[in-house]
């Protein structure tokens, strides 16, 4: 059995708006899905595939197209909505920014999606972002 894997946002955007990280999100994705997402992340996703449009980086049809693709892959269970035990994740990412923040300069934002995979339990953690990924190995998440 697969090891249960959450994606980051930086992740997911990459298989949905075409960026410069699409080409490895998309060579990646076979090996790691499915995974886990949140409402949080389902939330940040979806908005920022609409902050992709305020961008001028995707058109409104382009954004139609992804988010259609997005609950495609959510119907098919590419993607598991995972709800998630908030006081636990809080837990986990107090611990977190305690002991990370100030060496790291972690942001809240990445710092609950860390705290997320851990309390999803998930043996995996994916993101395009380098402080991100340093935090959840040092969390103890396999990140490669």
Known sequence: MAVPVYADTSFLVSLYVQDANSARAASEAPRLLPAFLTPLTEHELRNAIRLCVFRRQITTMQREKALHDLESDMA???LHIAPLDWPKAL????????????????????????????????GRFVTFD???RE??????????
């Open 91 to 122: 837990k986990y990412a107090e611990a977190l920014g305690r002991r990370h923040t100030e060496a790291l300069g972690a942001r809240g934002m990445d710092i609950l999606h860390v705290a997320s995979a851990l309390a999803l339990r998930t």
């Open 130 to 132: 380098e402080r991100q």
């Open 76 to 78: 098919a269970g590419v």
């Open 135 to 144: 935090l959840a190995r040092l969390a103890g998440l396999d990140t490669k």
